[in-house]
């Protein structure tokens, strides 16, 4: 591929945006008496709610962001950059390994308390992966380094599940990070060997997106019992998902540098018709839109809510620079993993100090005022500790 142009804004606003969300929802979640279109639908429930589309555009924006990542990476160390997706991958892997077993600690026959726990994990992950690129001494990031890694092994020692097969930490999913990692992976390869062609990334979007649907329909059943554990790391639709976004990056850059930037708009809502008309088509036969079982309808709908949502982020952002209305929530966009790893330092603050919120903002619309500042207090605490040049780098 020619050379890229300067980062694109559109991205960050989108993942500003979408990782606001994402604290937003989580934070919603459990708050009585609040619109259950905002909350996840139930496990077995036909349906899509808010919370539901959060992550599919959270993957779509990881595959955004390959395409420009890569080029910038390719002037100066093209070399380094299969090492590159590998280490980046296996941290997140690793460190939604240890949020999926937070699920399962067991408070009753440890030492530590969970909200102990759960902080001290968490501190480790910060320790470990601080950048320390602007540290003038390599003594104090060892130090802090090694501190991190000597914690994270003390927490493994003393971690016992509830489980009772698996009492010590066990894979049970990937957790959220995990599943970013995974798919990070897998696209972030066919991205670089593919040399960024765009039928190469087209065909590894209609790739994953049929696996989904074929795994659904019971066509690769003889993969159940490793399921788990195979580099796809599922059935496909988290991959489909970023590969979606990686395509739609390189139809950009081709676009823009034939100056025919109108014909994106044509592209991505032509493909969001296609792609709502056969996630509704296949709801009938495949279990119906649900997020807790990564069905193809979900898969198709959200994808094409994505592409609809980027398109105006694209207009608003891209050209009508308008960039600045997302300046409130920027730190969310360009310090996301740190912003996404705070509330696991703030809940157990919660849980040690028994802190309760009073009544009004517990529950309906106080608690959705409550959980919308909440929102915006993390993102705060986040561009402050970028100001102080403490950020997080994997």
């Not at 308390?113 to 003594?139: E, G, H, N, Q, R």
């Not at 960039?323 to 849980?351: H, N, R």
Request: net charge positive; charged share 15%.
């Amino acid at each position: 591929m020619s050379n890229l142009i300067n980062r694109i804004r559109s991205i960050d606003a989108f993942r500003a945006v979408t990782m606001f969300l994402m604290i937003f929802v989580n934070d919603l979640d459990g708050v009585p008496n609040t619109p259950q279109w905002l909350k996840h639908a139930a496990i077995n429930a036909d349906g899509l709610g808010l919370a539901d589309t959060i992550f599919p555009a959270f993957l779509f924006i990881v595959g955004l962001s390959i395409p420009y990542a890569f080029e910038h990476r390719q002037k100066k160390e093209d070399a380094k950059i299969p090492m590159r997706i590998i280490t980046r991958s296996f941290a997140l892997i690793f460190i939604g390994f240890f949020h999926a077993n937070m699920e399962t600690y067991d408070d009753v026959h440890t030492i530590l308390p969970k909200p102990v726990w759960d902080s001290l994990a968490t501190f480790s992950f910060f320790f470990i992966f601080l950048d320390y690129s602007k540290w003038t001494s390599l003594t104090y990031r060892y130090l802090l380094q090694g501190l991190g890694v000597i914690l994270l092994i003390t927490m493994c020692i003393l971690y016992k599940s509830t489980d009772p097969n698996h009492p010590w930490l066990h894979l049970t999913w990937w957790g959220i990070l995990g599943l970013i990692g995974w798919a990070y992976l897998l696209c972030a390869f066919i991205y670089h060997y593919s040399n960024g062609a765009l039928w190469v990334q087209a065909t590894a979007w209609l790739f994953f997106m049929f696996f989904n649907i074929d795994f659904h329909f019971g066509m690769l059943g003889f993969l159940s019992g490793v399921q788990k554990y195979v580099w796809i790391a599922g059935n496909g639709a988290m991959q489909a998902f970023t590969m979606a976004g990686v395509f739609v990056s390189v139809l950009y850059i081709r676009l823009r540098q034939n100056n025919e930037l109108k014909m994106l708009w044509v592209a991505m809502i032509l493909m969001a018709i296609i792609l709502f008309n056969l996630g509704f088509i296949v709801r009938y036969f495949s279990g119906g839109i649900s997020k807790a079982r990564d069905t193809p309808s979900w898969v198709l709908i959200c994808t094409g809510i994505s592409l609809i949502i980027y398109a105006g982020f694209v207009f608003l952002v891209d050209i009508k620079q308008k960039y600045s209305w997302f300046k409130v929530i920027e730190p969310a966009g360009t310090g996301t993993f740190m912003c996404y790893l705070i509330p696991f330092l703030v809940y157990p603050l919660y849980q040690i100090t028994d802190f309760a919120y009073p009544d009004f903002l517990d529950q309906g619309t106080g608690g959705l005022i409550r959980c919308f500042l909440f929102s915006f207090v993390i993102v705060w605490l986040t561009g402050l500790l970028q100001k102080i040049n403490i950020r997080l780098k994997i």
